[in-house]
Structure formats: structure tokens, C-alpha cells
């Protein structure tokens, strides 16, 4: 929609369009792989780190039924745990 006017501004002469761009990217939508992040902001103080492991449990079985409301078999997810974590009053996140 906007390529002719793009290349002129950078100095391009020639474009090259797939016959069916929008194809292409409903075909990309259709085999890339199905993915869900969840995420929570949690509160802890210093003598609640047993806690973690419980809302990442908690985490995991919200990504888990959100797949299978999908149709992904739960044997066939894969999770990840990661952390952005910052003291209070701190005013970015450490990975």
C-alpha cells in the first residue's frame, strides 16, 4: 500500500511484491508456533520467597488451559519461568 511512496523517499527504483502478500502473512499466522504469556505482578517481602514457586504454579496451569481452550494438548506445552524483579521504589526492572 505504501512501498511506491517509501522507495521514492529512499531512493529505490525497483519493488519487488509477492503476487499474494496477504497470503503470505495468513500463512505465517498459521504455522508459526502457538504461544501464550502470562504474567503477575506479586508483592514480596523478605521472608516470602517459598511463595515464587507457588505463583509460578499458579502461572503455569493459567498458560496451560489457555492452550487447551486452543486445542493444544497440555503434554505438548513447553513453559518458561522468568522474573523482572525490583526493590521497591526502584524504578526499573532487573532480568
Given at each position: 500500500?505504501?512501498a511506491v511512496?517509501?522507495?521514492s523517499r ?10 499474494d502478500?496477504?497470503v ?6 498459521l504455522v508459526?508456533?502457538v504461544r501464550?504469556d502470562v504474567?503477575?505482578t ?6 516470602d ?7 509460578y504454579d499458579?502461572?503455569?496451569g493459567?498458560a ?5 481452550s486452543?486445542g493444544v494438548?497440555?503434554t505438548?506445552?513447553d513453559?518458561?519461568?522468568l522474573a523482572?524483579?525490583?526493590y ?8
Amino acid at each position: 500500500l505504501h512501498a511506491v511512496e517509501l522507495a521514492s523517499r529512499l531512493g529505490v527504483s525497483r519493488l519487488l511484491v509477492p503476487p499474494d502478500p496477504g497470503v503470505l502473512s495468513a500463512y505465517g499466522m498459521l504455522v508459526s508456533p502457538v504461544r501464550k504469556d502470562v504474567s503477575r505482578t506479586v508483592l514480596l517481602g523478605p521472608d516470602d520467597a517459598p511463595r515464587i514457586d507457588t505463583v509460578y504454579d499458579e502461572l503455569e496451569g493459567e498458560a496451560r488451559r489457555a492452550m487447551e481452550s486452543e486445542g493444544v494438548d497440555s503434554t505438548e506445552v513447553d513453559t518458561d519461568q522468568l522474573a523482572d524483579v525490583r526493590y521497591r521504589g526502584q524504578s526499573f526492572e532487573l532480568r
